[in-house]
Protein backbone atom coordinates (compact mmCIF):
# COMPACT_ATOMS: atom_id res chain seq x y z
CA UNK A 1 0.00 0.00 0.00
CA UNK A 2 1.06 3.64 -0.46
CA UNK A 3 3.07 5.15 2.73
CA UNK A 4 0.01 7.85 2.93
CA UNK A 5 -2.44 5.45 2.93
CA UNK A 6 -1.05 2.89 5.42
CA UNK A 7 -0.75 6.45 7.59
CA UNK A 8 -4.21 7.04 6.99
CA UNK A 9 -5.45 3.51 7.67
CA UNK A 10 -3.21 3.85 11.29
CA UNK A 11 -4.66 7.57 11.82
CA UNK A 12 -8.15 5.81 11.56
CA UNK A 13 -7.28 2.52 13.62
CA UNK A 14 -5.79 5.10 16.35
CA UNK A 15 -8.75 7.37 16.02
CA UNK A 16 -6.14 10.42 15.25
CA UNK A 17 -9.00 12.77 13.27
CA UNK A 18 -6.00 15.76 12.67
CA UNK A 19 -3.95 13.02 11.17
CA UNK A 20 -6.37 11.29 9.20
CA UNK A 21 -7.40 14.80 7.72
CA UNK A 22 -3.91 15.80 6.95
CA UNK A 23 -3.60 12.45 5.06
CA UNK A 24 -6.36 12.67 3.35
CA UNK A 25 -5.64 15.81 2.43
CA UNK A 26 -1.58 14.71 1.18
CA UNK A 27 -3.25 11.57 -0.93
CA UNK A 28 -5.68 14.04 -2.70
CA UNK A 29 -2.66 16.36 -3.57
CA UNK A 30 -0.65 13.55 -4.66
CA UNK A 31 -3.56 12.51 -7.28
CA UNK A 32 -4.53 9.26 -5.36
CA UNK A 33 -8.15 8.48 -6.79
CA UNK A 34 -10.82 9.40 -4.27
CA UNK A 35 -12.37 6.19 -4.28
CA UNK A 36 -8.97 4.55 -3.63
CA UNK A 37 -8.21 6.57 -0.83
CA UNK A 38 -11.65 5.34 0.96
CA UNK A 39 -11.32 1.29 -0.57
CA UNK A 40 -8.19 0.77 0.88
CA UNK A 41 -7.08 3.24 2.83
CA UNK A 42 -10.33 3.85 5.42
CA UNK A 43 -12.62 1.14 5.06
CA UNK A 44 -10.52 -1.60 5.98
CA UNK A 45 -8.97 0.51 8.89
CA UNK A 46 -12.49 -0.10 10.43
CA UNK A 47 -12.14 -3.48 10.06
CA UNK A 48 -8.76 -4.01 11.57
CA UNK A 49 -10.53 -2.05 14.45
CA UNK A 50 -13.88 -4.52 14.45
CA UNK A 51 -10.79 -7.59 14.50
CA UNK A 52 -9.06 -5.54 17.57
CA UNK A 53 -12.74 -5.50 19.28
CA UNK A 54 -12.89 -9.05 18.33
CA UNK A 55 -9.91 -10.16 19.86
CA UNK A 56 -9.78 -8.24 23.18
CA UNK A 57 -7.24 -5.73 21.92
CA UNK A 58 -9.46 -2.23 22.21
CA UNK A 59 -13.00 -1.89 23.20
CA UNK A 60 -16.01 0.27 22.52
CA UNK A 61 -14.68 3.40 23.63
CA UNK A 62 -11.49 2.96 20.99
CA UNK A 63 -14.15 2.08 18.31
CA UNK A 64 -16.20 5.15 18.93
CA UNK A 65 -13.04 7.27 18.29
CA UNK A 66 -11.91 5.03 15.42
CA UNK A 67 -15.48 5.83 14.53
CA UNK A 68 -15.16 9.49 14.63
CA UNK A 69 -11.58 9.70 12.60
CA UNK A 70 -13.33 7.34 10.00
CA UNK A 71 -16.09 10.40 9.82
CA UNK A 72 -14.45 13.08 9.67
CA UNK A 73 -12.15 11.71 7.02
CA UNK A 74 -15.47 11.01 5.21
CA UNK A 75 -16.87 14.86 5.54
CA UNK A 76 -13.66 15.52 3.63
CA UNK A 77 -13.45 13.05 1.00
CA UNK A 78 -17.15 13.13 0.19
CA UNK A 79 -16.98 16.08 -2.42
CA UNK A 80 -14.77 14.30 -4.38
CA UNK A 81 -16.71 11.38 -4.32
CA UNK A 82 -19.62 12.74 -5.87
CA UNK A 83 -20.10 14.40 -9.20
CA UNK A 84 -21.83 17.27 -8.99
CA UNK A 85 -24.88 15.62 -10.43
CA UNK A 86 -27.61 18.49 -9.90
CA UNK A 87 -31.15 16.20 -11.81
CA UNK A 88 -32.92 14.46 -8.82
CA UNK A 89 -33.01 10.57 -10.05
CA UNK A 90 -35.73 9.36 -7.11
CA UNK A 91 -36.02 10.17 -3.39
CA UNK A 92 -34.30 7.70 -1.18
CA UNK A 93 -35.49 7.66 2.69
CA UNK A 94 -31.72 5.59 4.13
CA UNK A 95 -31.55 4.75 7.97
CA UNK A 96 -30.10 2.17 9.95
CA UNK A 97 -32.38 -0.08 11.77
CA UNK A 98 -34.28 0.29 15.15
CA UNK A 99 -31.59 -0.77 17.84
CA UNK A 100 -28.38 -0.33 15.81
CA UNK A 101 -26.55 2.78 16.16
CA UNK A 102 -23.63 2.09 13.45
CA UNK A 103 -23.84 4.41 10.83
CA UNK A 104 -20.81 4.72 8.75
CA UNK A 105 -21.69 2.04 6.09
CA UNK A 106 -25.22 3.92 5.92
CA UNK A 107 -23.13 7.38 5.70
CA UNK A 108 -21.36 6.32 3.14
CA UNK A 109 -23.70 4.59 0.77
CA UNK A 110 -25.67 8.13 1.18
CA UNK A 111 -23.34 9.63 0.13
CA UNK A 112 -22.60 7.75 -2.85
CA UNK A 113 -26.33 7.85 -3.89
CA UNK A 114 -26.36 11.29 -3.50
CA UNK A 115 -23.41 11.78 -5.80
CA UNK A 116 -25.23 9.83 -8.66
CA UNK A 117 -27.77 12.50 -8.16
CA UNK A 118 -30.34 10.99 -5.72
CA UNK A 119 -32.04 13.14 -3.31
CA UNK A 120 -31.49 11.77 0.41
CA UNK A 121 -33.71 11.52 3.39
CA UNK A 122 -31.12 10.50 6.37
CA UNK A 123 -33.72 9.19 9.28
CA UNK A 124 -30.42 8.39 11.41
CA UNK A 125 -29.75 5.67 12.93
CA UNK A 126 -32.13 3.12 15.95
CA UNK A 127 -34.90 4.32 12.93
CA UNK A 128 -38.21 2.12 14.03
CA UNK A 129 -40.83 0.98 11.17
CA UNK A 130 -42.95 3.85 10.85
CA UNK A 131 -40.34 6.10 10.69
CA UNK A 132 -39.64 4.27 7.51
CA UNK A 133 -43.23 3.87 6.45
CA UNK A 134 -43.61 7.48 6.77
CA UNK A 135 -41.25 8.80 4.76
CA UNK A 136 -42.48 6.48 1.93
CA UNK A 137 -46.07 8.53 2.82
CA UNK A 138 -43.94 11.52 1.97
CA UNK A 139 -42.58 10.99 -1.32
CA UNK A 140 -39.58 8.16 -0.74
CA UNK A 141 -39.75 5.62 -3.82
CA UNK A 142 -36.35 3.98 -2.17
CA UNK A 143 -36.12 2.59 1.56
CA UNK A 144 -32.88 1.67 2.19
CA UNK A 145 -31.99 0.02 5.48
CA UNK A 146 -28.60 -0.81 7.04
CA UNK A 147 -27.68 -2.88 9.81
CA UNK A 148 -24.68 -4.00 11.43
CA UNK A 149 -25.79 -6.74 14.47
CA UNK A 150 -26.93 -9.52 13.28
CA UNK A 151 -29.50 -9.33 16.33
CA UNK A 152 -31.10 -6.06 14.30
CA UNK A 153 -30.96 -7.05 11.03
CA UNK A 154 -34.10 -8.89 11.11
CA UNK A 155 -36.29 -5.53 11.87
CA UNK A 156 -35.67 -5.34 8.64
CA UNK A 157 -38.53 -7.78 8.00
CA UNK A 158 -40.75 -5.51 10.58
CA UNK A 159 -40.35 -2.73 7.82
CA UNK A 160 -41.37 -4.50 4.68
CA UNK A 161 -44.21 -5.44 6.15
CA UNK A 162 -44.87 -2.26 7.53
CA UNK A 163 -44.63 -1.14 4.17
CA UNK A 164 -46.54 -3.67 2.78
CA UNK A 165 -49.54 -3.13 5.18
CA UNK A 166 -49.56 1.38 5.25
CA UNK A 167 -51.93 2.34 2.26
CA UNK A 168 -49.69 3.81 0.22
CA UNK A 169 -49.91 5.15 -3.36
CA UNK A 170 -47.62 3.85 -4.98
CA UNK A 171 -45.17 0.63 -3.32
CA UNK A 172 -41.31 2.18 -2.82
CA UNK A 173 -38.51 0.04 -3.57
CA UNK A 174 -36.77 -1.48 -0.47
CA UNK A 175 -32.83 -1.79 -0.68
CA UNK A 176 -30.85 -3.43 1.97
CA UNK A 177 -27.07 -4.09 3.04
CA UNK A 178 -25.14 -3.91 6.18
CA UNK A 179 -21.76 -6.67 6.82
CA UNK A 180 -23.96 -9.85 8.62
CA UNK A 181 -26.42 -9.67 5.45
CA UNK A 182 -26.65 -11.83 2.26
CA UNK A 183 -28.57 -11.75 -0.98
CA UNK A 184 -30.41 -14.99 0.59
CA UNK A 185 -30.98 -13.11 3.82
CA UNK A 186 -32.26 -10.15 1.86
CA UNK A 187 -35.02 -12.11 -0.22
CA UNK A 188 -36.21 -14.06 3.02
CA UNK A 189 -37.61 -10.74 3.88
CA UNK A 190 -39.07 -9.76 0.87
CA UNK A 191 -36.62 -7.32 0.12
CA UNK A 192 -36.05 -5.90 -3.43
CA UNK A 193 -32.47 -5.72 -3.29
CA UNK A 194 -29.58 -6.30 -1.42
CA UNK A 195 -26.18 -4.74 -2.14
CA UNK A 196 -22.45 -5.42 -0.01
CA UNK A 197 -20.90 -2.04 -0.56
CA UNK A 198 -22.06 1.93 -1.18
CA UNK A 199 -20.80 1.42 -4.80
CA UNK A 200 -22.87 -1.38 -5.95
CA UNK A 201 -26.00 0.27 -3.48
CA UNK A 202 -26.30 3.01 -6.46
CA UNK A 203 -26.15 0.38 -9.20
CA UNK A 204 -28.67 -1.37 -7.61
CA UNK A 205 -30.94 1.51 -6.94
CA UNK A 206 -30.74 2.48 -10.48
CA UNK A 207 -31.66 -0.94 -11.69
CA UNK A 208 -34.54 -1.41 -9.28
CA UNK A 209 -36.15 2.12 -10.68
CA UNK A 210 -35.27 1.33 -14.13
CO1 LIG B 1 -19.85 -2.17 16.63
N1 LIG B 1 -19.93 -4.05 16.13
N2 LIG B 1 -20.89 -2.55 18.23
N3 LIG B 1 -19.56 -0.30 17.06
N4 LIG B 1 -18.62 -2.11 15.23
C1 LIG B 1 -19.38 -4.41 14.82
C2 LIG B 1 -20.44 -4.33 13.73
C3 LIG B 1 -18.86 -5.91 15.08
C4 LIG B 1 -18.80 -6.77 13.81
C5 LIG B 1 -17.48 -5.84 15.82
C6 LIG B 1 -16.92 -7.22 16.07
O1 LIG B 1 -17.30 -7.85 16.99
N5 LIG B 1 -16.00 -7.65 15.20
C7 LIG B 1 -19.91 -6.40 16.12
C8 LIG B 1 -21.19 -7.02 15.55
C9 LIG B 1 -21.24 -8.52 15.69
C10 LIG B 1 -22.49 -9.04 15.03
O2 LIG B 1 -23.58 -8.76 15.46
N6 LIG B 1 -22.32 -9.77 13.95
C11 LIG B 1 -20.21 -5.09 16.87
C12 LIG B 1 -20.74 -5.02 18.18
C13 LIG B 1 -20.89 -6.36 18.90
C14 LIG B 1 -21.10 -3.80 18.79
C15 LIG B 1 -21.72 -3.60 20.19
C16 LIG B 1 -22.81 -4.61 20.58
C17 LIG B 1 -20.54 -3.59 21.18
C18 LIG B 1 -20.91 -3.46 22.63
O3 LIG B 1 -21.50 -2.52 23.06
N7 LIG B 1 -20.53 -4.49 23.38
C19 LIG B 1 -22.29 -2.16 20.08
C20 LIG B 1 -23.72 -2.14 19.56
C21 LIG B 1 -24.32 -0.75 19.60
C22 LIG B 1 -25.62 -0.69 18.83
O4 LIG B 1 -25.62 -0.51 17.64
N8 LIG B 1 -26.75 -0.85 19.53
C23 LIG B 1 -21.36 -1.58 19.06
C24 LIG B 1 -21.03 -0.23 19.02
C25 LIG B 1 -20.17 0.34 18.10
C26 LIG B 1 -19.72 1.81 18.16
C27 LIG B 1 -20.86 2.77 18.55
C28 LIG B 1 -18.62 1.94 19.18
C29 LIG B 1 -19.11 2.01 16.73
C30 LIG B 1 -20.11 2.60 15.69
C31 LIG B 1 -19.95 4.08 15.51
C32 LIG B 1 -20.70 4.56 14.29
O5 LIG B 1 -21.08 3.83 13.39
N9 LIG B 1 -20.92 5.87 14.30
C33 LIG B 1 -18.83 0.56 16.30
C34 LIG B 1 -17.96 0.22 15.23
C35 LIG B 1 -17.14 1.33 14.64
C36 LIG B 1 -17.87 -1.11 14.73
C37 LIG B 1 -16.92 -1.66 13.64
C38 LIG B 1 -15.54 -1.73 14.26
C39 LIG B 1 -16.84 -0.88 12.35
C40 LIG B 1 -18.16 -0.68 11.61
C41 LIG B 1 -17.91 0.21 10.42
O6 LIG B 1 -18.15 1.39 10.48
N10 LIG B 1 -17.36 -0.35 9.31
C42 LIG B 1 -17.57 -3.07 13.36
C43 LIG B 1 -16.55 -4.11 12.91
C44 LIG B 1 -16.59 -4.41 11.43
O7 LIG B 1 -17.41 -3.92 10.69
N11 LIG B 1 -15.71 -5.28 11.00
C45 LIG B 1 -18.42 -3.29 14.53
C46 LIG B 1 -16.96 0.41 8.13
C47 LIG B 1 -18.17 0.59 7.20
C48 LIG B 1 -17.76 1.34 5.95
O8 LIG B 1 -18.58 -0.71 6.81
O9 LIG B 1 -20.84 -0.48 7.96
O10 LIG B 1 -20.09 -2.70 6.95
P1 LIG B 1 -20.10 -1.21 6.93
O11 LIG B 1 -20.73 -0.73 5.53
C49 LIG B 1 -20.33 -1.31 4.32
C50 LIG B 1 -21.21 -2.47 3.85
O12 LIG B 1 -21.71 -3.25 4.90
C51 LIG B 1 -22.24 -1.80 2.99
O13 LIG B 1 -21.58 -0.67 2.44
C52 LIG B 1 -20.49 -0.25 3.27
C53 LIG B 1 -19.19 -0.23 2.45
O14 LIG B 1 -19.25 0.37 1.27
N12 LIG B 1 -23.49 -1.32 3.58
C54 LIG B 1 -24.60 -1.21 2.80
C55 LIG B 1 -23.80 -0.89 4.82
N13 LIG B 1 -25.06 -0.50 4.86
C56 LIG B 1 -25.58 -0.68 3.64
C57 LIG B 1 -26.85 -0.41 3.13
C58 LIG B 1 -27.10 -0.70 1.78
C59 LIG B 1 -26.11 -1.25 0.97
C60 LIG B 1 -24.84 -1.49 1.46
O15 LIG B 1 -28.27 -0.48 1.18
C61 LIG B 1 -29.24 0.28 1.86
Known amino acids: MNATLEQLFAGIVNGESEMVEQKINEALTSGIDPALILNEGMIPAMAEVGKQFEEGECYVPEMLVAAHAMQSGMGLLKPHLQKGNV ?15 HDIGKNLVAIMLEGAGFEIQD ?6 PEKFVEAAHSGANVIAMSALLSTTMIKMKDVVEALARADLPSKPVVIVGGAPLTETFAKSIGADGFAPDASRAVSVVKALLS
Open 123 to 128: LGTDVP
Open 87 to 101: ESKGKVAIGTVKGDL
